[in-house]
């Protein structure tokens, strides 16, 4: 089985930290993804990336970046933390050839910004 | 733009009762790929069941069944004998089907999700 692992299942950070949230997976995934999830938004992409270096924005960059250095890691960045921040954060993957798979998430972390 | 809604926020269901999630989608294309994901408070997304467009028949797994109505661009999930782990946020999902194998950029093949059903099976 595919496993996407988040680092942190929580994490807890002060405004103005730079924050860094690191996803891992072992199966060879082309596609890795952030989404950003709210009670009653459901789950927001923030970015992702197709290959390693290509990063691409989603629907809701605005505050974050990302690096994919080798393939198998996707990390988010967090500038500079603000409090409207603080969500659960989940990250997936998936491959070109098992579209109809769908995606593989992670666990998620819940970050809190005070 | 494709787009997913789900317009019940919450539900519940005696356990061993039989409950329908509903989700409707709208788009243009005519490939593509559905999904229903289950997230328990574990936190973790788990993938219940897909359908492929050009599939006419409804997608069946154990407890779990889809009606997959094409022309009105509805997707309900069905759970029969809900079960007290059935407890979750149910979220639909949309997925354009490109050509496999091929390097893509862009938005083109991303999973789209609806807002998501609270579901909560009642002993």
């Known amino acids: 089985d595919v496993k996407v692992t988040q680092s942190s299942r929580y994490l807890v950070k002060r405004t103005g930290e730079k924050v860094f949230l690191e996803c891992v997976q072992d199966m060879d995934h082309e596609n890795m993804f952030w989404y950003r999830q709210d009670p009653g938004l459901g789950l927001r992409l923030i970015y992702f990336?197709?290959?390693?270096?290509?990063?691409e924005k989603g629907d809701i960059p605005e505050g974050y970046s990302v690096s994919r250095e080798k393939k198998e890691r996707f990390s988010l960045i967090l500038e500079s933390a603000s409090t409207n921040q603080t969500s659960m954060y989940l990250c997936?993957?998936?491959?070109?050839?098992?579209?109809?798979?769908?995606?593989?998430f992670g666990s998620g972390t819940r970050l809190t910004v005070v | 733009a494709q787009t997913v809604t789900q317009s019940q926020p919450e539900m519940s269901v005696q356990e061993a009762e039989t409950v329908t999630l509903s989700c409707t989608y709208d788009t243009s294309e005519n490939n593509y790929y559905l999904f229903w994901y289950k997230q328990p408070p574990s936190r973790q997304m788990i993938l219940v069941i897909r359908?492929?467009?050009?599939?006419?028949q409804n997608a069946t797994e154990n407890r779990f069944s889809v009606n997959f109505q094409k022309a009105a661009k509805s997707f309900s999930l069905k759970i029969s004998d809900s079960q007290l782990g059935d407890t979750a946020m149910y979220f639909c999902a949309f997925m354009k089907r490109t050509h496999q194998g091929m390097n893509y950029g862009g938005s083109q093949g991303n999973l789209i999700f609806g807002k998501g059903t609270k579901l909560s099976v009642k002993p």
């Open positions: 997936a993957s998936t491959t070109y050839g098992q579209p109809n798979y769908g995606y593989t």
């Open positions: 359908q492929e467009a050009y599939k006419q």
């Open positions: 990336s197709y290959d390693v270096k290509m990063k």
